[in-house]
């Protein structure tokens, strides 16, 4: 990946999932990894995967939901690294209810972590990549960014607020060879996604089996997203070849969203 090797990278959502497999394609890239999760024992496992690959690597704490926790992670990521070159905002929520049997808790939950998390990270990440005149900022968003479907009212929300973020970002920082990107996956082979299977499991009473094959079936392609295609597309966004690609939503989705 021309232009990589050398960059110093900050993943969110570092622990699992798509944040790890970016992570670890980073590290392959020669990019240093500062990874973020709330999780102590999934960050340091991952962190341990990027120097095995020969890079320098950190984990750090936080809850992107609290903007104080976020600039503590600045901190600590230049610290490790030296700068941030690259951001990719990889931590989500996936509550999930009928919209008038939402509470207040998961609604303002998936705000404050898909939304405004990724705000927080953008306002700390961009000022110091436009003064150096290059850099990658990419949001891991969603299908859900796009459309609609019932039981997700407070992550479609906060979905489709984060592509209008991303626009917004992309727009300020053209000028200063700074490119701000989504990649809208659709349902993804994650421990998310298990998660949301088991919960409908439980509440339907139906096999977990049945409930993942109904969602495989909703995509044309019959099948969930893997976290290492995600990754691929988030890994070309960060490269020379996509410079000229800015403010965009790329869906990986196999088909769904056309």
């Known amino acids: 990946m021309s232009g990589l090797a050398g960059k110093r990278a900050l993943v969110t959502g570092g622990g699992r999932g798509i944040g790890r497999a970016v992570a670890l394609d980073l590290a392959r890239a020669g990019v240093a990894v500062a990874v973020a999760s709330r999780t102590a024992a999934e960050r340091d496992a991952v962190r341990a995967e990027v120097e ?140 998310m996604t298990d998660a949301g299977v088991a919960r409908m499991a439980e509440k339907t009473g139906r096999p977990a089996a049945e409930i993942r094959k109904r969602i495989e079936d909703m995509s044309p392609q019959k099948r ?11 890994l070309f966004l960060c490269g020379d070849a996509a410079r000229g690609i800015t403010g965009q939503a790329l869906s990986i989705d196999g088909g769904t969203v056309v």
């Open 52 to 191: 095995a690959l020969g890079v320098t690597a950190a984990a750090v704490p936080c809850d992107v939901s609290r903007v104080d926790d976020v600039r503590e992670m600045f901190r600590l990521a230049r610290a490790a690294l030296g700068r941030v070159d690259i951001l990719v905002n990889g931590a989500g929520v996936a509550p999930s209810a009928p919209l008038v049997k939402t509470p207040d808790d998961m609604w303002h939950a998936a705000l404050q972590t898909n939304l405004s998390g990724a705000f927080y990270c953008l306002r700390e990440a961009l000022p110091e990549m436009a003064q150096r005149g290059w850099g990658r900022a990419i949001n891991v968003a969603s299908i859900a960014g796009k459309t609609g479907n019932p039981y997700i009212a407070a992550y479609s929300a906060s979905k489709h607020g984060l592509l209008g973020l991303t626009k917004v970002a992309a727009l300020e920082m053209a000028e200063h060879g700074v490119t701000v990107n989504a990649v809208c996956p659709g349902y993804v082979d994650t421990p």
């Open 224 to 234: 969930l997203v893997s976290s290492e295609e995600v990754s691929a597309l988030v």
